[in-house]
């Protein structure tokens, strides 16, 4: 990460990527000015108003147009807000540190006595009082100050609720660090905090492998015992780490192909090779009771083969019986030519072990205030509906024929709404039907007026399975061999419907020939597990924080407390891992041997 630093008037501005060095003219009119990373540019650190400076441009003189500044340059790095960085403000850290440390940049600075990546573990010493939530024993304790010297006798035998998680403490490498070296702040994180703290939400779509982690490690279904343990979730943030990898070409080396995919995969098998070797957990199933977060386009495609007894999540879920090669349209995020030594020759998915979870979305208090998931069935006038990326053959579309591995393109030639470049609709557009690249601020509004929602690939997976389920849409799903979350777990035929790619130009017949009673049905039950695809925990958490900081509620926040104690994400997945427990013979004579006794809470601790 690059700073003004020493010498300059604002040490603190950044400097990233194509602010500090020369950039080099598109060679096409509509393409993206390059980096020369060979040559910084010293016009940044100028006093001299006319040039296009940075690092000494006073805010209140570029704010009224009295200095020139580059316009390349802004305020992308984590805990600073305005165009100039001229505020300090909150940093995104892991549960904000638990109240227990300090942010900084990404990493925690824990107070004494408090240890972990979010300071969530007490020492031995901490005082009962202090201890988190998920930790405390379930106890009742004399108040502390109608005491004198008389000694305290407490039962400190914590029984806890299955499944029990061990997460383990990885190096800073694989996740503060990563954290800390964000060089755009809204990369990989679901929230940002504005100049007066309060909670911004983000609309990146990776941002559920933090929500699921922090909901983890805030669990009492979390354990510090590893020997207790039934599951172990190791948290690398690919998430992170491949969203840097294009803006930092060092993390990109030849002997990864200079393809992300690889360089992810090693770092994924470092992971193991530390916790393998660190730790005794490992050796004891090879890996069958641990569980891996693959967040990005291609899901665990490219998990390295030592790995694979593992449960993977993704939000990827191809099983390869039909797209047996890298879906992506984008060649950083092929694996195709990854070595099979490093590899292996495994599918993306298998529904035996994996589960897929959905994609983050931010709770918009507008939709949930409407409860646009309930809408009923007379208020929905579309037949179908469909609003994204169609490919090349619209205005802003995808370049590559390859990309949603063609899906979308065979949708819209079917059923476009809108005029493609060359002004045609579809072959059979009807009134009722929407399939639109045309981006709209009444997206989710449009959404919840509609009976069939679209759930397409984009670069592997893409949100509106989650777009649907939120706005009370019944999902149709046109991927084949590709499951969506919870899918083999939940039966999708009570509340989805799937067209195989081949039958596109059948879906409005298919839909049309369902009646009132399956479609009456149908929406019902989407109503009734809409929150399994939210977030919600993670959001009541950060609530807590914000409402310690602030006497004024967030909208976000109240709309969101205000929703019906239902299963969301965190609890469908403890569901799930639940149900493997007792379900799985291999796990079954796990539980009974570790269910003779438990420990107690402070040898957990230490």
Not at 299 to 305: D, V
Request: overall charge negative; glycine content about 6%.
């Amino acid at each position: 990460m690059c700073f003004c630093g020493p010498g300059t008037k604002y040490p603190d501005r950044p400097v990233a990527e194509a602010c500090g060095f020369k950039t080099i003219p598109p060679a096409k009119p509509d393409d993206p000015k390059l980096i020369d990373w060979k040559t910084p540019d010293p016009d940044v650190f100028t006093t001299n108003r006319s040039k296009l400076g940075w690092c000494n441009v006073d805010p209140e003189d570029a704010y009224s147009s009295k200095v020139n500044f580059k316009q390349e340059c802004d305020c992308k790095y984590d805990g600073l807000w305005g165009q100039f960085c001229e505020t300090r403000v909150e940093c995104s850290c892991i549960n904000q540190c638990s109240g227990h440390g300090h942010c900084r940049g990404g990493f925690c600075q824990c107070d004494s006595g408090y240890f972990g990546i979010d300071c969530s573990v007490p020492s031995a010493y901490s005082l009962a009082y202090d201890w988190p939530s998920w930790l405390k024993p379930p106890m009742s304790l004399p108040d502390l100050q109608n005491l004198s010297h008389i000694p305290i006798n407490g039962n400190t035998v914590v029984k806890k609720r299955r499944p029990l998680i061990y997460v383990y403490d990885l190096p800073a490498e694989f996740d503060s660090h990563l954290l800390e070296g964000r060089h755009y702040k809204l990369e990989c994180v679901n929230r940002i905090y504005d100049d007066k703290n309060r909670t911004i939400w983000t609309r990146q779509l990776y941002g559920a492998q933090i929500a699921l982690y922090e909901s983890i490690l805030a669990s009492p279904h979390r354990t510090l015992n590893g020997d207790e343990a039934d599951y172990f979730y190791v948290p690398v943030l690919d998430s992170c780490l491949i969203t840097r990898s294009d803006d930092a070409p060092h993390l990109l080396m030849p002997e990864d192909l200079r393809l992300r995919s690889y360089h992810t995969l090693e770092y994924y098998r470092t992971a193991y090779d530390h916790i393998a070797q660190q730790y005794p957990y490992w050796n004891r199933t090879s890996g069958r009771d641990h569980i891996w977060f693959f967040s990005w386009d291609e899901g665990a495609c490219y998990a390295p083969k030592e790995i694979w007894n593992s449960m993977m999540l993704v939000h990827w879920g191809n099983t390869n019986t039909k797209h047996e090669k890298s879906t992506t349209a984008y060649w950083a995020d092929n694996w195709d030519d990854i070595p099979l030594d490093r590899r292996g020759n495994h599918p993306c998915f298998d529904p035996r072990k994996d589960l897929v979870l959905p994609a983050w979305k931010d709770p918009d208090p507008g939709a949930i205030w409407l409860k646009l998931w309930a809408r009923p069935r007379s208020n929905r006038t579309t037949l179908f509906y469909f609003n994204g990326n169609l490919g090349p053959a619209y205005e802003q579309g995808r370049p590559e024929d390859t990309y949603s591995m063609g899906i979308r393109q065979k949708l819209a030639a079917e059923f476009g709404s809108t005029p493609d470049k060359q002004g045609k609709l579809g072959r059979q557009h009807i009134a009722n039907v929407t399939v639109t690249h045309l981006r709209t601020e009444k997206y989710y509004e449009e959404l919840a007026s509609s009976i069939f929602c679209g759930v397409l690939p984009g670069d592997g997976w893409s949100g509106r399975m989650e777009d649907s389920m939120l706005q009370g849409c019944i999902p149709v799903i046109i991927q084949d061999g590709i499951f969506l979350p919870y899918e083999n777990v939940l039966n999708y035929n009570s509340f989805a419907v799937r067209i195989q790619e081949d039958d596109i130009p059948n879906l409005i017949t298919v839909l049309r020939g369902m009646n009132e009673t399956q479609i009456e049905f149908m929406l019902g039950n989407v109503r009734q597990i809409w929150q399994r695809f939210f977030y919600r925990d993670t959001m009541l958490l950060e609530a807590e924080r914000q409402k310690r900081l602030f006497t004024e509620e967030a909208p976000w926040s109240v709309e969101v407390s205000k929703l019906e104690d239902n299963d969301d994400v965190f609890a469908t997945f403890i569901q799930v891992l639940h149900y493997k427990l007792y379900n799985d013979p291999w796990r079954q004579g796990v539980v009974q041997e570790k269910e003779t006794g438990l420990p107690d809470i402070c040898s957990r601790a230490s």
